[in-house]
């Protein structure tokens, strides 16, 4: 029998296409960065966001991880693009693999990095401009 993809067409088209790529670490001029691995497969993500009035301006992202963890952090990156930073706090790995279509069920810890990165971000922008973090982190 025929080996079929267990990917659907949007996981597919974020993985060759990804999205707010982040090319240059230094030259982007993050308001906040975040860096965070996945105990499962031991893959890294950084994300890196731009922070104007309250809102995510820019969500850039850079990992050496797996295709689902790059499609699930592109997706993302545009879902929380113009989001407040309390709504992007709390966007959860379930909306973004609803947004994909779908991911194989062995490969949604790939999908918690992105929001996990993110959050870090939040943490980050909110520690350097000397803010507490008035979001409760949600439970991935
Ligand atoms: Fe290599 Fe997931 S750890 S593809
Ligand atoms: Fe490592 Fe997907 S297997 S992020």
């Known amino acids: 029998t025929k080996m079929q993809w267990v ?10 296409n990804p999205r707010n790529v982040l090319d240059d670490e230094d030259s982007f ?3 906040g960065t975040g ?26 992202w850079k990992t050496y991880g797996c295709a689902s963890a790059i499609a699930s952090t592109s997706m993302m990156s545009e879902m929380v693009t113009g989001m ?8 959860t790995p379930k909306q973004i693999t609803e947004a994909l279509g779908g991911l194989p069920e062995h490969k949604f810890h790939c999908s ?8 870090a971000a939040i943490d980050d922008y909110l520690e350097k401009n000397g803010l507490e973090n008035p979001f409760t982190k949600s439970v991935a």
């Open 7 to 16: 990917y659907t067409e949007k996981v597919k088209d974020h993985f060759v």
């Open 29 to 31: 001029g993050a308001d």
């Open 35 to 60: 860096m965070v691995g996945s105990m499962a497969c031991g893959d890294q993500m950084l994300v890196a966001i731009k922070v104007r009035d309250g809102k995510i301006a820019e969500c850039r």
């Open 84 to 91: 407040s930073l309390e709504e992007a706090y709390h966007i």
């Open 112 to 119: 918690v990095l992105g929001d996990k990165g993110l959050r």
